[in-house]
């Protein structure tokens, strides 16, 4: 079963969207939770990580800005987005994840698992 990403939308440099990941998955509690954003013709990234036990983790762009939160009795993670800048266009998907190696660098911390479902698109003006 997906996760599903809404809450996208258009916004100025400097603004807040928050973005939502719900599921129909009876599992999710037990699942770590990405945030991922795809630029077009680039690869897709990982810019926050929830725990099952509430734990985060940020790619440096994000910290500061971004705060991933999760409530498993909605079966529902969020990506509240502050300070946006143009360059955090993209793409938004959530996703489970597991741990792949947390002593690595960020891109080989963390492993997605699962199909993919549909992202949400942010766009930021500047």
């Known amino acids: 079963v997906q996760l599903q990403a809404c809450g996208g939308g258009l916004v100025q440099a400097g603004g807040s969207l928050t973005l939502s990941c719900t599921t129909s998955r009876s599992t999710f509690s037990l699942d770590a939770i990405g945030w991922y954003r795809q630029v077009l013709g680039k690869q897709r990234e990982l810019v926050a990580v929830i725990g099952t036990g509430g734990g985060t983790d940020y790619i440096d762009a994000a910290k500061g800005r971004f705060t991933i939160s999760r409530d498993n009795a909605k079966n529902s993670a969020y990506l509240l987005m502050n300070n946006l800048k143009p360059e955090d266009t993209a793409v938004y998907y959530c996703?489970?994840?597991?741990?792949?190696?947390?002593?690595?660098?960020?891109?080989?911390?963390?492993?997605?698992?699962?199909?993919w479902g549909q992202g949400t698109l942010v766009t930021v003006s500047s």
């Open positions: 996703q489970s994840v597991i741990v792949a190696n947390l002593a690595s660098g960020w891109s080989l911390r963390y492993q997605p698992f699962g199909p």
